[in-house]
């Protein structure tokens, strides 16, 4: 059974330090990963998408990557703002069988502290 | 263009009552999900349905049932509410043909009393 974990829980940073938000998952036979964003009261919106194929997604100040074979993936957000204050989850999609499925973690609460 | 609906936004009821939460996805998606989100649990699954005309059970499906109406519509629904079912509930589509993207709703705040 595929299980993600989110390390850490939660994380406050100032306002402009680049940060590292990580994901990881047990089984590597995934289809894809997707980070998401949830600002409190909200649903969830996706970030980044990464494909088993790719190395790394790239959006604006934001930058995931994904080594399959150990089983991590990374979120970097360059020059954090309090805008960025949210909470933020990993999700993956096993290949194969049922794919339809995403296995979430319980997510990584960041504030970003003006 | 509306992307994911969902109602009610907020719900309370009594140990025993019946409510459907509605989903409403525009996108033309094929595949819809049911998720409840619990403090320190995180997303849990509850049923999905790959495409029009099909349902399947998820990680937590007792006390549900489901009913993909069509393909824009699937909607969840609590036979006879319990505390325990007392969640924030998000309905999601995945764009399946775009890379597998999955749009959620702004979810149902419900409480059972």
């Known amino acids: 059974k595929q299980e993600v974990t989110q390390i850490p829980a939660a994380l406050s940073v100032p306002e402009g330090e680049n940060l590292v938000l990580n994901c990881s998952f047990t089984d590597s036979a995934i289809y894809n990963l997707q980070w998401f964003r949830q600002d409190p009261g909200k649903g969830l919106t996706s970030l980044l998408l990464i494909q088993s194929s790719q190395r790394e997604q790239t959006s604006g100040r934001l930058n995931a990557s994904l080594d399959k074979s150990s089983g991590r993936s990374t979120l970097y957000i360059a020059a954090s703002q309090p805008g960025d204050s949210a909470t933020y989850l990993c999700?993956?999609?096993?290949?194969?069988?049922?794919?339809?499925?995403?296995?979430f973690g319980k997510g990584t609460l960041l504030t970003v502290n003006p | 263009n509306a992307g994911v609906t969902q109602t009610p936004k907020f719900q309370v009821l009594k140990t025993g009552q019946s409510m459907t939460l509605q989903c409403a996805q525009d996108?033309?998606?094929?595949?819809m999900y049911w998720y409840r989100q619990d403090p320190g649990m995180g997303l849990r699954l509850i049923y999905y349905?790959?495409?029009?005309?099909?349902?399947d059970k998820g990680e937590v499906p007792n006390g549900y049932n489901v009913s993909r109406l069509n393909k824009r519509e699937f909607s969840l629904r609590l036979e006879s509410a319990a505390p325990s079912q007392t969640s924030v509930y998000f309905c999601?589509?995945?764009?399946?043909?775009?890379?597998?993207?999955?749009?959620f709703g702004p979810g149902t705040r419900l409480t059972v009393l």
């Open positions: 999700a993956v999609k096993n290949s194969g069988g049922s794919n339809y499925k995403l296995t």
């Open positions: 999601a589509s995945i764009n399946r043909g775009g890379g597998d993207t999955q749009y």
């Open positions: 996108m033309n998606h094929n595949s």
């Open positions: 349905s790959a495409s029009e005309g099909t349902t």
